[in-house]
């Protein structure tokens, strides 16, 4: 149906990333503990991510298989560079 699915899950991995990141922090707090930025790495971007990294492994895309790796692995990658910053 969609040719460059992995291109479209990645930039709206991306998209959806950045959005829950400027989000305030209380938004949510009526339905769930968790904050934008929680819920995106936690549930969305890695969902996104495995979409988009079995597309990319069907078409051959090495690029798309890492880029989508690394919407598989935000919530990691983000706990590690804010544990950096944040210390």
Do not use: A
């Amino acid at each position: 149906m969609l040719k460059n699915i992995e291109k479209y899950t990645f930039i709206l991995g991306i998209i959806i990333f950045v959005i829950s990141y400027i989000l305030p922090v209380d938004l949510l707090n009526k339905f769930t503990e968790l904050k934008p930025l929680g819920i995106s790495t936690i549930f969305i971007c890695p969902i996104l991510g495995i979409i988009g990294l079995i597309s990319s492994i069907k078409r051959k895309s090495i690029l798309f298989v890492f880029l989508n790796l690394l919407l598989v692995l935000s919530f990691p990658i983000t706990m590690f560079i804010g544990n950096l910053i944040f210390k």
